[in-house]
């Protein structure tokens, strides 16, 4: 296995519950992935951005939870929205937006016009015009708009209206959750702690940088390989796919209170060009450590990271990663599989256990 993120610590493990030898290999010095925690003045945060675990799969749930994941946990999102844009007050709204919430506005009158001229179907050209088919200009304006810009580094009609089913809409029942999946987690010592339990009985090299040139080296120990990383990075090419990273900026605030917290929050969304950032992180929100301070951490996009695949509308990003994925099997004298978000040039991770049923999928959640 290379890469010891979620896909690739599991897969090891899968294999070695089965009776197989796993190995995994990981280029950084640590566990985790981008799901990792760090630490400042001894207060958890995220460096790589929000992270909760959920799944609508017993199977997953059940895995993570044997392995030490056991907090439940309910991930709520606001918006700060400014209404107009000479407000200088804004307002704290729900994501996704709640209806509820959304009629106590001033401008709830033309929000309510606009909905009731949505078309019967969702607009699929690309991400803009599937916003406006399901939310109308307003809230389009005010929820998406300049938080795409800002996230992708474009306008969002070049973007693919793919993920936008996953994440944007209008609720009506109350439920403040983010997610509705059944299991929703969030592990109070970070990912890696559970992920350290997952490879417990598995070896682990950390600090090995494999890439396609080793792949026949590894024809002597192993009989496959299972490769978890970004393509374009491990073939060396480096700028053949589009990716988006964030640059995250925290501090430590120190508070009297051992419980409290800064932010209304644990991800407020900011989608107002009055912020550089697109959101803020207050990890404590979710990890309920008790600590005698707090860190913020805005994230500001544009970072040479591999953080979150670019969606265009053409898929011409998605279309040259199975290239890589075929230079790669033509390379290795040995089986070749590609397991997780990066290696799979995806913005969630799945976990396949069987090609007869329905594919569970776990997710850790990274971007709105």
């Known amino acids: 296995m290379i890469g010891a993120g979620w896909a690739g610590s599991t897969v090891a493990r899968i294999l070695h519950d089965a009776g197989y030898e796993a190995a995994v290999f990981e280029r950084d010095r640590v566990l985790g992935g981008h799901s990792r925690s760090e630490m400042i003045n001894g207060v958890m945060y995220e460096p790589n951005g929000p992270h909760i675990f959920h799944t609508s799969n017993s199977e997953v749930a059940q895995f993570v939870q044997a392995h030490g994941m056991r907090k439940r946990h309910e991930h709520h999102v606001l918006t700060e929205i400014f209404l107009d844009d000479d407000d200088e007050t804004s307002v704290m709204l729900s994501w996704p937006p709640q209806l509820a919430e959304l009629k106590e506005l001033r401008i709830w009158p033309q929000v309510e016009r606009e909905l009731a001229q949505r078309p019967a179907d969702p607009a699929r050209d690309n991400l803009e015009v599937y916003c406006l088919s399901i939310m109308g200009p307003t809230l389009y304006r005010l929820f998406v708009r300049d938080y795409s810009r800002k996230q992708w580094g474009r306008d969002p009609t070049d973007l693919s209206y793919a993920f936008g089913p996953k994440r944007l809409g209008l609720r009506t029942d109350g439920n403040r959750r983010y997610f509705t999946d059944p299991w929703e987690f969030f592990p109070p010592a970070g990912a ?177």
């Open 192 to 368: 890696q702690e559970i992920i350290e339990n997952i490879v417990r009985p598995i070896p682990v090299t950390l600090g090995a940088n494999l890439t396609i040139t080793d792949l026949q080296k590894l024809e002597n120990d192993y009989q496959a390989v299972v490769i978890t990383a970004a393509l374009d990075d491990f073939v060396g090419r480096p700028d053949e796919l589009e990716w988006r990273g964030v640059h995250t900026v925290s501090r430590y605030i120190p508070l009297e209170d051992h419980k409290a917290t800064v932010t209304p929050a644990y991800v407020v969304n900011r989608p107002s060009r009055r912020h550089a950032y697109t959101r803020t992180v207050e990890t404590k929100h979710a990890t309920q450590q008790p600590a005698p301070g707090t860190i913020i951490s805005e994230e500001y996009p544009g970072s040479p990271a591999r953080h979150y695949p670019v969606p265009t509308v053409d898929s011409r990003n998605e279309r040259h990663n199975l290239l890589l994925q075929d230079e790669i099997r033509r390379a290795s004298p040995i089986p070749v599989f590609f397991c997780g978000r990066l290696a799979n040039y995806e913005g969630y991770s799945k976990l396949h256990t069987s090609e007869k049923k329905k594919s569970p999928r776990a997710a850790s959640y990274v971007s709105p």
